[in-house]
């Protein structure tokens, strides 16, 4: 398991934990970004990511980034 | 993908000569800008001259891209051709006004200062390129391939 | 607004059920961005400004719609992701549809996404008020290939789903035949229930249980419900039942560890519904590389997303500049011509002095600036509809970081330059408190469109052929002030980081040039119709302040305008001002227009003005300088102010912001002064 800032452009992954408590996870989950859904990392800024789940786009800056933790997928 | 509409290699060419004419107009219009140069038919703009060497500063890595990445040749040329066209309306919008206002205020003004912006110069020469390149984006976005 | 989520009290309020039995009450909810406020305007005939930036409803806004003996009242709300608000647009929505007790909701669910607007119809379905679902953008949906069954989607949800296009209005016949054929049963249908894990459905039974037998629950939720949200968090209903003095089992007595796995297992059912429901009405025919994937890496590029933004901000600055140039001139001959005749007519020189000083120079001084204003609207809203915006805040995220600020607040900073006022309003979308109080005292040092006709004036007067550049210079100084006011609060009063970012980009759409222009026109209107009422009013007062008392000189040191200004003169004396300058900065606080319409009354005429001023052996270019510094930074507008107070909640908080803003003003003022006297020396 690596943090999503990690992973690089292309990259498809599945979130594994978020961490933290909190607001973070709860607005992640809302979003949709909970354990077990897979997503597409479609642009890498320094630490900053947005994703792809299914049609929707969503932009983590960097802290956001570093508390989802995902597993790379092949 | 070789039986493509609009042939690949002819547009990857005319991004080269594209990144070299923005870079031309946008260095001139530096240049004149500063006071180095006088007297060419281009409108003196450092802003806007900066602005042309960062477009052409994307056709550059359009053309980087494009030996080993299509996808990436087509998404920094086609948002460069954007920039530019948009930018070279805005520049005509831009002149005009200055141009208008000047006959209002019954002072003398030259109407070829209108389309005398260096971006309206490399914009026409981005025009062909930008309809064949959203046709290839389009076709990224309708199943095909954008890999040849 | 300006509180912490779960430190509001629930503002459950008493609506008394006598209505008309044709009044129909709905709310309208759904996700950001999927069409909400489109629908409300196909719904209610009007022109609310639909937006492709998420929030851009960050209040409820009600219309009305008569089918033929039925009344549909219809309220907008913001966008909400769920029910359990983090921010205060999203308290707004959850609180009217918790307490207000509507006949119906209806949900819009954007057809492009299904899955993740059916979240929060898990949790609509359960608040025990008929649901309605509009399935928006079909047409969209199927450009890109996805089909939904609609009929499999009302099967499975057990509430009526209608098929609409809010952009064309179709289907919105049938979603209001729907909605009265709803209403009219009176009772909340039979909709799906989730399953929750037998743990789970104790829990809900027995705390439902306990609630029903030992208290009346706010806003009339069901026990049941009131159950699931105690269990889901819901931090507001379990203050406001301790404040009963109850203790509530399970969530009183259980570990937050324990309650916190019980919360994620609710959020996961309601996943697993929406995951289920989707997969057996939609799908997806095509597996496409999406072109918005491709323009994203560009456009939010590592190395080129700033410079990229940063031409865009200055292709909109020159055009909002020149292009509203001719008008700007345009109109000042009309007036100038006005003036003339006035003049030229013989009648009674006080009524002459109301009118041409008073009237037209009241009237031009607003309308001068009216194209410019429009042209700045206009450009924003063309930039929002292509959903650029969205982007430009991921790519300032970092920039804005690291002065200490959340990415979203750059949005309110770039609305800033239109006009303070809806800039303050944004900051909604702000989720800490923190974040949005700095947000607050900052925005403010964006100069906004009314600072403009001071700095025309004065750069046009004392610096000629480099005004452009002063002026340019004057709204970079604006943001160095606004970065520094922000590094000194983040380092000094709210310690840490800015709450982290997240956030939806919404899909790129070729904009629209009717509806841009119909945007501008409604914020140009709005913008007009309060700037016009406060500005024409202040220079009326003006005017009758340089006048009486009777039988002084018009504007002279003997008027009661230029007794103010000569009492409180000796405060700027550091900065050089003189009383007239003065006089015009207590004015500007209406709105900051009227400094240069008072200082033309005070300098008898508009038309006049300029070769007044540069006449005037008082004022030098460095005074100039500093007096646009001053106005650029002191005391935000009437209006302004007010929605600062309404916004941070807090007198104390308004007050911190306007004395940040003197101080700043005058201490800036002052270095200019002295920094611009030293350079012309040298």
Known sequence: MVPLSLMRTGDKAVVRAIQGTGHLAKTLGQLGIIIGIELTVIQKANQSVIVRIGESRYALGAGAASMVLVEAQK | ?148 | ?682
């Open chain 2, 1 to 148: 993908m070789s039986d493509t509409t609009y042939p690949h290699s002819y547009l990857y060419g005319w991004t080269t000569i594209v990144t070299l004419a923005t870079f031309v107009a946008g260095l001139l219009s530096i240049l004149e800008g500063a006071g180095f140069i006088t007297g060419l038919f281009i409108l003196p703009d450092i802003p806007g001259g900066c602005i042309l060497v960062l477009i052409s500063a994307l056709f550059g890595t359009a053309v980087v891209k494009g030996k080993i990445d299509r996808p990436g040749w087509i998404s920094f040329t086609y948002i460069a051709c954007l920039l530019l066209l948009v930018f070279a309306g805005c520049a005509i919008l831009v002149e005009g006004g200055d141009y208008l206002t000047l006959i209002m205020e019954g002072e003398e003004a030259d109407i070829i200062t209108i389309i005398s912006s260096a971006f309206i110069w490399a914009g026409i020469l981005a025009i062909p390129l930008f309809f064949g390149v959203s046709k290839i984006l389009y076709r990224c976005s309708c199943g095909g391939e954008c890999n040849e």
């Open chain 3, 1 to 682: 607004m300006l509180l912490e989520p779960g430190q509001q009290a629930w503002c459950w309020s008493k609506h008394k059920n006598e209505r008309n039995m044709n009044d129909i009450r709905i709310l309208l909810a759904g996700n950001p961005n999927v069409g909400k406020t489109t629908l409300f305007n196909s719904l209610c005939g009007v022109h609310q400004h639909t937006g492709n930036y998420p929030g851009v409803t960050v209040e409820i806004k009600e219309g009305k719609r008569q089918v033929n003996e039925h009344s549909i009242t219809v309220s907008d709300l913001p966008g909400t992701y769920s029910l359990s608000a983090f921010t205060p647009d999203e308290q707004v929505a959850r609180d009217a549809l918790l307490t207000s007790r509507p006949d119906a909701v209806v949900q819009i669910i954007d057809a492009t996404n299904v899955e993740r607007n059916l979240f929060l119809t898990t949790q609509l379905l359960e608040i025990g008020i008929p649901v309605v679902i509009a399935l928006n953008m079909c047409d969209l949906a199927d450009e890109q290939g996805i089909t939904i069954d609609a009929e499999c989607l009302e099967k499975n949800l057990k509430v009526p789903v209608v098929r609409i296009v809010a952009r064309t209005g179709e289907g919105i016949e049938e979603l209001v035949d729907t909605i009265i054929r709803v209403t009219s049963s009176k009772t909340p249908g039979n909709p799906r229930e989730l399953e929750y894990s037998h743990s789970i459905a104790t829990h809900v039974t027995e705390i439902g249980a306990f609630l029903g037998s030992h208290t009346s629950l706010p806003g009339n939720l069901s026990p049941q419900y009131a159950a699931i949200r105690l269990l889901e968090g819901d931090e507001c209903l379990e203050k406001t039942l301790h404040d009963q003095g109850l203790v509530i089992p399970f969530i009183d007595t259980s570990d937050p560890a324990e309650r916190d796995g019980i919360a994620e297992d609710i959020l996961l059912a309601r996943y697993h519904l929406a995951e289920e429901i989707t997969t057996c009405s939609v799908r997806c025919t095509m597996g496409r590389v999406m072109p918005a994937d491709l323009i994203d890496h560009v456009l939010t590029h590592r190395i080129f997303g700033i410079p990229i933004f940063l031409s865009c901000m200055w292709f909109a600055f020159q055009l909002t500049f020149s292009a509203a140039n001719p008008f700007l001139v345009g109109i000042e001959q009309i007036f100038g011509y006005f003036t003339e005749v006035m003049n030229s007519i013989d009648m009674d020189p006080f009524v002459r002095s109301f009118l041409a000083d008073g009237v037209i120079g009241g009237v031009g001084s607003v309308l001068v600036f009216v194209p410019n204003i429009f042209i700045m609207f206009l450009l924003l809203s063309i930039l929002e509809d292509t959903g650029y915006l969205a982007r430009a805040a991921f790519v300032m995220d970092r920039l804005m970081h690291s002065i200490g600020l959340h990415g979203r607040s750059f949005i309110p900073f770039l609305i800033g330059f239109g006009c303070n006022v809806p800039a303050i309003m944004a900051t909604r979308t702000l989720q800490s408190r923190a974040d949005r109080i700095i947000t607050i005292i900052t925005i403010p040092f964006m100069s906004c469109a009314a600072r403009l006709p001071v700095y025309i004036l004065f750069a046009g007067v004392f610096f000629g052929a480099a005004a452009g550049n002063v002026i340019f210079f004057l709204y970079v100084l604006g943001i160095l002030v606004a970065v520094l006011s922000a590094l000194i609060f983040r380092r000094l009063v709210f310690k840490g980081e800015p709450s982290p970012f997240i956030m939806e980009l919404p899909p790129y759409r070729r904009p629209s040039g009717y509806a841009a222009a119909l945007h501008m026109w409604y914020k140009g209107r709005e913008y007009l119709k309060r700037a016009g009422i406060v500005i024409f009013g202040g220079v009326l007062v003006v005017w009758a302040l340089a006048t009486l008392p009777a039988g002084v000189e018009y504007g002279s040191a003997e008027s009661l305008a230029g007794i103010i200004g000569e009492a409180v003169q000796p405060l700027f004396a550091p900065l050089g001002f003189n009383w007239q300058l003065v006089v015009g900065l207590i004015f500007g606080f209406i709105a900051k227009e009227v400094v240069v319409g008072s200082l033309g009354t005070l300098y008898g005429g508009e038309e006049m003005l300029e070769s007044s001023l540069a006449a005037d052996p008082t004022l030098t270019p460095v005074v100039a300088l500093a007096f646009m510094v001053f106005v650029l930074l002191y005391l935000p507008c009437v209006a302004a102010l007010g929605v600062i107070r309404q916004e941070m909640g807090s007198w104390r908080w308004t007050g911190i912001a306007i004395g940040w803003g003197i101080l700043m003003a005058y201490i800036v003022a002052y270095i200019a002064l002295h920094a611009g006297s030293f350079i012309i020396g040298a």
